[in-house]
C-alpha cells in the first residue's frame, strides 16, 4: 500500500489549503495538490494528497470517502500510477 490517495469529485473552489486542513484530520498531510488545467489554471475537480504514513492514509479514507467538502462528496482512494498512453505516429 502505498501513503498517496486520489481525491475525486472536488468542487472547482476548493483550494489546496482546504485539502491539507480537512486531511490533516487524519494525520500528518505530507503534500496536497489540485490537478489543473494547463490553459486556464481551473481546476480539473480532482487531486492527490500524501499522508504521513499508510495507516494515516487508510485512516483518511475510511473517515473522508463520501464527505462533503465544498459542496459535493468527495472520493478518496489509493492512488494508482497513470495508465500508459497510446502514442499514435503521424
Given at each position: 500500500?502505498?501513503?498517496?490517495?486520489?481525491?475525486?469529485?472536488?468542487?472547482?473552489?476548493?483550494?489546496?489549503d482546504t485539502l491539507r486542513n480537512v486531511f490533516s484530520q487524519a494525520g500528518e498531510v505530507k503534500s496536497a495538490l489540485i490537478i489543473t488545467n494547463k490553459m486556464?489554471?481551473?481546476s480539473?475537480?480532482?487531486?492527490?494528497?500524501e499522508m504521513g504514513t499508510e495507516e494515516e492514509a487508510q485512516k483518511a479514507?475510511?473517515?473522508l470517502n463520501g464527505q462533503e467538502i465544498d459542496g459535493r462528496n468527495i472520493i478518496v482512494d489509493i492512488a494508482r500510477p497513470p495508465k500508459p498512453r497510446r502514442r499514435f505516429l503521424r
Open positions: 500500500m502505498t501513503s498517496k490517495l486520489y481525491v475525486g469529485n472536488l468542487s472547482y473552489d476548493t483550494s489546496e486556464s489554471g481551473r480539473k475537480g480532482f487531486g492527490f494528497v479514507i475510511e473517515m
